[in-house]
């Protein structure tokens, strides 16, 4: 095993997944994050999506809205790779590496709704989407001053040599993160919802809200 | 005094802030696609300013994302918008229908031989050049297995450089040939994703 | 704030705040620039493979400086090793470091395959992700 420069992160260190230069680590916090985000991927893995049913005004009729076919076997898939995508932003020990799986949490959101014909969700789903092409402009930006100011990127490392990030690349990943999880940005979240399909529609808001826990542990580290 | 640093990252901020107020301003949503993509070259040049190896190698991952967003939405757009027919005739060079298909194989064998990501610039090059010329009908389907096989190809190569290291040989060669595969395949993309009917 | 068309202009505003405030604290409080990075880049413009020449033996140890040179025991022998093509193109002319980067080897390859894989792992996946969404577009409008 190889020297790390600080024994404790965040709190006490259960296990460490070291892949190169990328040392990923679960602490208690981070390794409830991976099993919350794990459950609630199993959870779209096995379940049958929810059907949603429409009354259409003045009848008896009953819309059922449901998600079949090439559509279900889509949007599992792309709420599969969200799971896995936020399984792997918890548990990152890197602070760009990070930041590469907070964008791939944005781009599979935008894909679990993209194949739904409702032209409110589409247009909320671009809107969203060309948001979350901003945001990795802060996000890449806030990692590159990092590297540039510290002269590294792990968290290890960081957390070693604390408060070592300068503030400013703190805001703008924060601020990263917020474009990328739709976070305060109600309008959209509130179209995206619109979309049929229980189990994935929620994968959007279990991501996002892991990722700011996450985020907050790791500026409260660095 | 301000290093040098300082002084490019002053630039490289008053750039982000130029961009954003491009998107602040513009209505448009297919500009506002466009300003996005151009708001990452900004994120590039914040990473290039750290001016190392490290620097190089995160500029490539920092350039994907921002294409394969641009892919995404621009789809999104199109679905959104019903512009899933072309409007016009599809773009028609007559020469290359009667171009021999063996300068197609010549530039994929010589993508081949430079492998690499150049040589996938240039085997896809090969591939667009068959397609624009010979209008075959599903290759999409196949461009796509294409491109997904050099993925878990690509997943192959990190897991032998992280549990067997000392075959790194092979996983260099397992990684150049991926990166063959998949740009090759995203070039060739150019030449079926024209949204034809009757190819 | 409840309007989807205004989000952009929205997330404009709060990121060129943040970006006018770090603009500002960089004026009164320059960031200083760490001298000891990880892959220094050194420039020797009398060898074939300029830009990108990390000295070294083919198929032997390379120094790297790497975060963590413990977690690769092989670090080093992507970055010398030259594919048979390259090393001749090397040895007839000066220009090899120019198209370096398309050669498998080298010290891009190196992070990018072997210290740093995990961000090209994530960086293929987002595309693959990507291409999922625009191919199952694009193919479910043609049925």
């Known amino acids: 095993m190889f020297e790390l420069p600080t024994s404790s992160i965040g709190g006490e260190e259960l296990f460490v997944l070291p892949f190169g230069d990328i040392v990923n680590y679960f602490t208690p916090y981070t390794g409830a994050l ?54 792997g932003a918890v548990t990152s020990g890197d602070v760009f ?18 194949s739904v014909k409702n032209k409110h969700v589409l247009n909320a789903a671009f809107n969203y989407g060309i948001i979350s092409m901003l945001a990795t402009v802060p996000l890449f930006g806030g990692a590159a001053i990092t590297l540039a100011a510290t002269g590294t990127l792990s968290i290890w490392e960081l957390s070693a040599i604390a408060p070592a990030m300068p503030g400013i690349a703190k805001a703008l990943i924060l601020v990263g993160v917020m474009g990328e999880g739709i976070a305060p940005f109600y309008a959209a979240k509130a179209e995206l919802f619109r979309a049929p399909g229980a189990p994935y529609v929620i994968m959007i808001h279990v991501s996002s809200l892991l990722m700011f826990l996450r985020v907050v542990e790791i500026m409260l580290t660095v | 005094m301000m290093d040098e640093y300082a002084i490019g990252l002053i630039v490289a901020l008053i750039a982000i802030i130029i961009t954003f107020v491009a998107a602040f301003r513009e209505k448009n949503d297919i500009h506002r696609l466009i300003i996005a993509d151009l708001a990452e070259v900004s994120a590039l040049a914040v990473i290039a300013l750290i001016a190392t190896d490290l620097a190089e ?14 892919m995404a939405l621009s789809e999104i757009y199109l679905v959104r918008e019903h512009l899933t027919h072309p409007v016009k005739n599809p773009f028609r060079i007559e020469v290359l229908d009667t171009a021999p298909a063996i300068i197609a194989v010549i ?62 040989f092979f996983a260099v060669m397992l990684a150049g040939g991926a990166i063959l595969a998949k740009v090759t395949a995203k070039m060739s993309l150019i030449g079926t994703m024209r949204g034809e009917k009757d190819v | 704030m409840a309007d989807i068309d205004n989000l952009i202009a929205i997330y404009a505003v709060i990121v060129i705040a943040i970006a006018a405030i770090a603009l500002i604290s960089i004026i009164a409080v320059p960031i200083g620039y760490e001298e000891t990075q990880l892959y220094p880049k050194n420039i020797n413009t009398s060898s074939a493979l300029n830009p990108y020449d990390r000295g070294g033996e083919p198929f032997g140890k390379t120094d790297v400086i790497a975060q963590y040179p413990q977690n690769s025991p092989y670090l080093g022998y992507v970055t010398a090793y030259l594919t048979p093509l390259s090393a ?31 961000d090209t792992i994530v960086e293929t996946s987002i595309l693959f992700t990507a291409f999922a969404i625009a191919s199952f577009l694009f193919r479910r409008e043609d049925e």
């Open chain 1, 97 to 114: 590496n990070f930041t590469l799986f907070v964008s791939m949490v944005g781009i599979c959101i935008i894909g679990i709704v993209a």
């Open chain 2, 107 to 168: 530039l994929v064998v010589y993508g081949i031989v430079l492998c690499g990501f150049t040589g996938g610039a240039v085997a896809g090059t090969g591939m667009v050049f068959y397609f624009m010329g010979k209008r075959p009908a599903e290759r999409f389907a196949l461009v796509e297995t294409v491109s997904g096989y050099a993925w878990a190809l690509w997943i192959v190569a990190f897991f032998i450089f992280m549990v067997v290291p000392e075959y790194w």
């Open chain 1, 34 to 87: 991976f099993l919350f985000a794990l459950i609630f991927t199993l959870i779209c893995i096995f379940s049958k999506p929810e059907k949603q049913l429409d009354v259409a005004f003045g009848t008896d009729a009953i819309y059922a809205k449901d998600v079949t076919g090439k559509d279900l076997h889509f949007r599992r898939f792309m709420a599969i790779a969200c799971g896995v995508a936020t399984m």
């Open chain 2, 57 to 70: 190698a995160l500029i490539i991952p920092g350039l994907v994302v921002g294409i394969s967003e641009l």
């Open chain 3, 88 to 118: 001749l193109m090397a040895a007839s002319n000066l220009y090899l470091g120019t198209t370096i980067v398309s050669h498998p080897g080298g010290i891009i390859d190196e992070i990018l395959y072997n210290t740093r894989g995990l």
